[in-house]
């Protein structure tokens, strides 16, 4: 069940980065929309962690699985802009 709640979590959090940071090179579909939520999700624990805002094993806030997926997608936008531009 656990792993359905993170599944669940990271798509709403990839839709609702999606949705504030739109751009060309967003990635499309439902398994993409979730997988940007859950690498989200997990750039955010790991970086609440490193600065202390998190201890090991507490669970992660919807907001910051928001706002490591907008750092993912702007990442994302940053290669697949440099990419296509290239071409």
């Given amino acids: 069940m656990h792993i359905l709640y993170i599944i669940i979590i990271g798509f709403f959090a990839g839709l609702i980065a999606k949705f504030i940071m739109p751009g060309p090179n967003e990635p499309s579909g439902f398994i993409m929309t979730t997988i940007l939520g859950i690498v989200g999700a997990v750039v955010a624990n790991y970086l609440g962690t490193a600065i202390g805002w998190y201890h090991e094993g507490q669970p992660?806030?919807?907001?910051?699985?928001?706002?490591?997926s907008i750092i993912i997608l702007f990442v994302y936008n940053l290669i697949a802009g440099r990419s296509t531009s290239s071409i």
Avoid: E, K, P, Q
């Fill in 60 to 68: 992660l806030g919807f907001i910051s699985a928001i706002v490591g």
